[in-house]
């Protein structure tokens, strides 16, 4: 008989096929990159919607971004037609979100929690560092932060930290009780951090085998791609979800002393099926705690487990696919898997090497023109970076050259001061217990209510034993003056006749614009906006566009969930993550750090700033394990090219205002040579120390000075790039001791250089400040160039 699935299958090769349909109770896909994972999971959750073996209520699918969530759930709707809603497919953060606002009043918490993003929490464990003096022992508040959180993803908690932390070490003991007092404020403020979420949904599973119980009779089929970056917290939690209904039913206590089993009921139905995808050599989360384990040990942890490998891959060509596999055998401990492509060669990958990093950024702006003249959209071209202090090179050439591009992380616009403020405006309506958030915009605008006067109240809240909230609404009580009594009274009222709005009594359902009027009222009527306009500071202009933003932002979310409330918007943007945008990328370049290109694929693909101390990372070297995630991040970072695939490093990098000199980054070495083709190797740039000897052998009457048009540096050691196999170590080994520093050499459009290499021309434009001047030189012989005037080997004629 047909299948009611048979076309989903036709897609796929026989292992994909393989494990779309196999039904079991665990299954585990084990593949590099571009083999299909996501594919199969979305034909997976597709098919068994298709064969009706599942409701979409009964599935959860977890990605890692929610930009990945909102594409899966799309191609499933497109498979199944429009019958998919119900289903969660989401982040663990947003489930575990959706999970706690139900659930959250069992243990002491109410719906209305707030979600403290890491500059909150960070803001929170300050304060609690300088109350505890911890900054006495050398705790700051970031290594703190760091312990707390890589703790809870351990599932540590104060307490059982405590029971076995060493409380003889003064150090250890002062930490224990920041830990609690922090928890403690999380608990008051009615606040969870990001750890928390999925942390706390483990005990609340754990304590409440009852409620446990509803999550596992509702999601029947659980789906988790990107297996290879859980933490411990996040496999707990999909461990507490497939055990059977009623399995941790405890006995308890009735009246009278009777012992009662909560039996299951015989009908109570087994386990969820479990299937999970993964690649090992694509972990790059073990800082904030992934565990590989959980992917090696799958099989241990879910005894019969189907194993599916999946070797073919679909995305890159050949050439591409072989650097990969090149790079990554070079990690030892991984089992060696080898992938292979039908789609032929294609080109090499091309190397270039700038002497600064807006060298480097002019060549990635105009390949990048190139490729749009060949047909390629600017929509389907991505860079890629290490650290994001590196987009900044980028932005200012693409400016310039007028390429349309757009930064993947759509936090830069939340982690804005004026934008947080008016989130606390949001948080304090929705919840009154988050005394941070009205700490924050209780004297913004300017209102006279400075720090004594919050001591006063804050303490009037702990002695009534009342929020921060309330206390506002009692000014009268406080001991204030009369005008401050006012400044405090006018707020009370501003934020009372917001909750009017966003919050109306239960029963009614706020329309979905509230969230819109809320905000325009709190910003209008608080005189937040109005500060802004009256000041004289352009920056205030940008700040009050930005918060029209953000009311535009208001609107679409009223918009795509019109039974949204306040509550579900916060929750929208406390999960913005790294991968998320805002708005919509197809027309632009897409800018972004490695971390975030995970899952993602385009056709042309630029990996810069391919350099020692940057990938690796200088952080990573002492790491235990340290390079070797680095090397997982680079394979991640070329494995997302389809056709077109750019490795560019620049010799000079100018970072915190000093400029030094970069090396080659170790992993070019492991590209097999003629996989390779440089446009301008390191060596190429760094003969550049050779031409500084010949121009001093010149001026001691040794052999001449370059010849314009030749290669530099023939005549001097012979260049690695001739050699076969030739090291990137060799060019590294010429990078001149000293760079030239010509800082105070000006320079103006019209002005005539010589350059040691490229001979005489005339600088048609000079750009950037200080040590990032750069010069724009029409060469007489050797064509147009950008210099970095503090490096390069140039004088003015
Ligand atoms: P990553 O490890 O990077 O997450 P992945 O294993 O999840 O990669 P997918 O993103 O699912 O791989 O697939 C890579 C590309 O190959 C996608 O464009 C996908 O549509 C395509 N693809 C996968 N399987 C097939 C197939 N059988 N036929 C045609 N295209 C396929
Ligand atoms: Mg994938």
Same mark, same amino acid.
């Given at each position: ?19 779309v349909?196999?039904?079991g ?15 199969v ?10 064969n ?8 959860? /699918? ?20 429009? #019958? ?15 999970i ?20 909150? #929490? ?37 307490e059982?930290? =405590?029971?076995? !932390?060493? +409380? ?12 609690g007092?922090?928890?403690?404020e999380?608990?008051?403020?009615n606040?969870?951090d ?10 609340l ?6 409620v ?21 917290a996040?496999?707990?939690l ?19 002393g009777m ?6 009921a015989?009908?109570a139905?087994?386990?969820a ?8 050599d ?14 090696t ?6 005894p ?42 294609g ?12 060298d480097?950024?002019q060549?990635? !702006? ?14 389907? +071209? ?16 693409f ?17 804005? =001061? ?25 004297n ?7 720090d004594?006067t919050?001591?006063?109240?804050s ?6 034993q ?8 009692n ?26 709005i ?12 509230s ?15 109005? /500060?802004l ?37 916060l929750?929208?943007? =406390? ?10 990328? #197809? ?5 972004m ?23 690796p ?15 997982r ?7 997302r ?37 440089w ?20 001026r ?62 005339r ?35």
């Amino acid at each position: 008989a047909a299948r009611a699935d048979e076309d989903l299958l036709a897609g796929l090769n026989p292992q994909q096929r393989e494990a779309v349909v196999y039904r079991g109770p665990a299954l585990l896909i084990v593949a590099g990159a571009g083999s299909g994972k996501t594919r199969v999971l979305t034909h997976r959750i597709a098919s068994l919607l298709r064969n009706k073996e599942a409701w979409p209520s009964q599935i959860l /699918a977890i990605t890692f971004t929610n930009k990945a969530a909102g594409e899966m759930r799309e191609r499933v709707e497109h498979l199944v037609g429009d #019958s998919a809603r119900g289903m969660w497919i989401s982040t663990f953060h947003s489930a575990c979100v959706r999970i706690l606002r139900r659930e959250a009043q069992q243990f002491g918490f109410t719906s209305s929690f707030t979600i403290y993003d890491s500059g909150d #929490s960070r803001a929170l464990i300050k304060r609690l560092v300088k109350e505890h003096e911890a900054d006495a022992f050398g705790l700051t508040p970031a290594a703190v932060q760091g312990k707390i959180s890589k703790l809870k993803n351990e599932l540590a908690d104060a307490e059982s930290y =405590a029971r076995q !932390a060493n +409380m003889n070490d003064p150090v250890e003991r002062v930490f224990v009780e920041v830990f609690g007092a922090y928890q403690r404020e999380l608990q008051r403020a009615n606040a969870f951090d990001f750890d928390d979420l999925i942390a706390q949904t483990v005990y609340l599973f754990r304590a409440f085998p009852h409620v446990a119980d509803v999550y596992r009779r509702r999601f029947r089929h659980i789906l988790v791609d990107e297996y290879q970056d859980t933490n411990h917290a996040q496999y707990a939690l999909i461990n507490e979800l497939t055990k059977p209904v009623g399995s941790d039913a405890q006995p308890f206590e009735a009246s009278g002393g009777m012992m009662i089993f909560d039996a299951p009921a015989a009908d109570a139905p087994g386990p969820a099926s479990l299937t999970v995808v993964g690649d090992s050599d694509q972990s790059i989360y073990a800082f904030r705690g992934a565990d590989i384990r959980n992917i090696t040990e799958f099989e241990r942890d879910y005894p019969g487990a189907k194993v599916v490998l999946l070797e073919q891959n679909y995305r890159s060509t050949q050439n591409i696919l072989s650097a990969a596999n090149a790079v990554i055998s070079n990690n030892f401990d991984r089992k060696d898997k080898k992938l292979w492509t039908d789609v032929g060669a294609g080109e090499k990958i091309v190397g270039f090497t700038g002497y600064s990093q807006h060298d480097e950024a002019q060549f990635v !702006a105009d390949e990048i023109e190139t490729l749009r003249r060949e047909g390629v959209a600017y929509g389907q +071209m991505a860079v890629f970076y290490r650290t994001n202090s590196q987009s900044r090179a980028l932005e200012e050439i693409f400016i310039r050259s007028a390429v349309p591009y757009k930064i993947m992380g759509g936090t830069k616009f939340y982690e804005r =001061a004026e934008i947080k403020d008016a989130l606390a405006y949001l948080i304090a309506v929705a919840n009154p217990a988050d005394e941070m958030a009205l700490r924050r915009i209780v004297n913004k605008p300017r209102r006279g209510i400075g720090d004594v006067t919050i001591e006063a109240i804050s303490r009037y809240a702990r002695e009534e034993q009342i929020t921060f909230r309330d206390a506002l609404a009692n000014s009268s009580a406080l001991g204030v003056g009369p005008k401050i009594q006012a400044a405090i009274a006018h707020l009370d009222a501003v934020l009372a006749e917001a909750s009017d709005i966003m919050l109306p009594p239960s029963g009614e359902i706020a329309p979905p614009t509230s969230v819109t009027e809320g905000l325009q009222l709190l910003l209008n009527k608080s005189g937040y906006i109005d /500060a802004l306009r009256a000041s004289r500071d352009p920056q205030d202009e940008a700040r009050v566009e930005n918060l029209d933003e953000l009311v535009a932002v208001t609107r679409e979310f009223a918009r795509n969930n019109p039974e949204g409330t306040i509550l579900d918007f916060l929750t929208e943007v =406390a999960l913005v993550s790294d991968a998320d945008d805002l708005e919509d990328a #197809s027309g632009s370049v897409s800018l972004m750090t490695l971390h975030t290109a995970k899952g993602l694929e385009y056709d042309a693909v630029f990996v810069t700033g391919v350099e020692e101390d940057l990938i690796p990372h200088r952080i990573s070297a002492g790491e235990p394990g340290g390079p070797q995630e680095e090397r997982r991040l680079f394979y991640v970072g070329i494995t997302r090219a389809r056709k077109r695939l750019y490795l560019s490093l620049a010799m000079t990098r100018a970072q915190f205002g000093e400029v030094s000199v970069a090396m080659p980054s170790r992993f070019l070495q492991e590209i097999p040579h003629e996989l390779l083709h440089w446009r301008q190797s390191p060596g190429d740039v760094n003969s550049r120390g050779g031409s500084q000897s010949r121009a001093l052998n010149a001026r001691r009457g040794g052999f001449g000075g370059s010849t314009p048009g030749k290669r530099y540096g023939d005549d001097l050691v012979p260049l690695a790039r001739r050699q076969p196999n030739g090291s990137i170590e060799k060019f590294a080994n010429r990078i001149p001791a000293k760079v030239r520093d010509n800082g105070d050499l000006e320079l103006a459009p019209g002005d005539r250089i010589r350059h040691d290499d490229f001979g005489e021309g005339r600088v048609d434009l000079v750009t950037g400040e200080g040590a990032k001047r750069v010069a724009h030189v029409r060469f007489d012989t050797a064509g147009a160039k950008k210099l970095l005037i503090k490096v390069a080997p140039i004088e003015k004629i």
